[in-house]
């Protein structure tokens, strides 16, 4: 990415519960090296399931994110699964070394 993204975007196969939202957080990690899994930095985030598509869960962070290497994390504190609308048990990503659930990897770039 060549901006910091307003929010990001996570889809899914099912309509999603919303009311499990209440125990899910997130927030977003600054690697200190794009090879690397140390954070040196945290920024939290904001979730909501897109009124216009049941299917798609929205993550916004609450500060503008700089240039960097960042991963998108579901807090170890938050259950890693919801369920969609059905009951059916949802798993949000791959768990880390501390059992967090890293969602996505991505880079913000300086505009040329």
Known sequence: MNAPPPQVMVAFNHDLDASQLLTISAHFERLAAADAGTASEEVPARLS???????????????????????????????DQISDIGGQLIVLGAPDTRGESVISTFDIEATP
């Open 49 to 79: 399931i897109s009124s216009a598509n049941l299917r798609v869960l929205m993550i916004w962070p609450l500060r503008a994110l700089s240039v960097g290497h960042y991963r998108l994390v579901m807090d170890a504190i938050s259950s």
